[in-house]
């Protein structure tokens, strides 16, 4: 009898799922630090380098499934990528949200994401705003968006 996968191992491949458009169990290697980051794990472009580098199929630029969940289940499990708690989460939104309307503006957050800290490239505020956005009124209700975020 095969081994369940744990809830972790299910998150995991549920993150990949998304980016795995050819349905090959790969992704491109260009969606691996935006997968890593919709899970919650907060890490630098260094650190992204350094797990490119152990699980990087080099011949055809992408991240096998197996490679990414063993190598992402054992990272969490030793909390190498420690996620940034939810209330730290609400902080920083509550910050680029002075009125307290529980949203901020697409284009609000999408010039924060590039100019502030760690910039993101325009892939992955591409992917996040794909799930963070409302896409009739270009807000981002944060609280929600916080929530979806939450690895369990």
Do not use: W
């Amino acid at each position: 009898m095969p081994d369940e996968p744990t809830l972790l191992e299910k998150r995991l491949c549920e993150a990949f799922d998304v980016f795995d458009n050819a349905r090959n169990n790969e992704v491109d290697v260009r969606d691996l630090g935006t997968i890593i980051r919709a899970l919650g794990c907060v890490i630098t472009e260094a650190e992204l380098q350094e797990i490119q580098v152990q699980i990087e199929d080099v011949e055809n630029n992408c991240v096998p499934l197996k490679k990414f969940v063993e190598y992402m289940h054992k990272a969490i499990s030793e909390r190498k990528f420690k996620p940034a708690e939810p209330e730290d989460l609400l902080k920083a939104f509550q910050l680029l949200d002075p009125d307290n309307r529980g949203y901020i503006m697409k284009d609000d957050l999408e010039k924060t994401l590039m100019e502030i800290g760690e910039p993101f490239n325009k892939d992955e505020i591409a992917d996040m705003m794909s799930v963070a956005c409302d896409s009739a009124t270009k807000r981002i209700y944060y609280e929600h968006y916080i929530n979806l975020l939450i690895v369990e």
